[in-house]
């Protein structure tokens, strides 16, 4: 089995910061990608931000500037800083990896259950 934990999430003022975090455990073999997609009330699932096992990031032009992914490897974990942050925002935001469980079996993409963040103009 594998979880995706975030946290972090919360209520912060239009052009406050807030820094997510989310930790992968059980049976992993290796992580590809890393990322983070947030979904609002009425609309699709997008993508955040993303991260390679080698720290290639991808940013949606909404957040460049403002969000920065990053991961540690060793303890299987993704952060995503996010700063200056508006409430278009707003958000539940969800941490995404691209693992394999064990060697001989094929990668798949696991989610978490989602951080909420709100943010108030």
């Known amino acids: 089995q594998v979880q995706l934990v975030e946290s972090g999430g919360g209520l912060v003022q239009s052009g406050g910061s807030l820094r997510l975090s989310c930790a992968a455990s059980?049976?992993?073999?290796?992580?590809?990608?890393m990322g983070w997609y947030r979904q609002a009330p009425g609309k699709q699932r997008e993508l955040v931000a993303t991260?390679?096992?080698?720290?290639?990031?991808n940013y949606a032009d909404s957040v460049k500037g403002r969000f920065t992914i990053s991961r540690d490897n060793a303890k299987n974990m993704v952060y995503l800083q996010m700063t200056s942050l508006k409430p278009e925002d707003t958000a539940v935001y969800y941490c995404n990896a691209d693992l394999k469980r064990l060697p001989q079996l094929p990668r798949r993409n696991y989610w978490g259950q989602g951080t909420q963040v709100t943010v108030s103009s």
């Open positions: 991260i390679t096992s080698g720290g290639s990031t």
């Open positions: 059980g049976t992993i073999f290796s992580i590809n990608a």
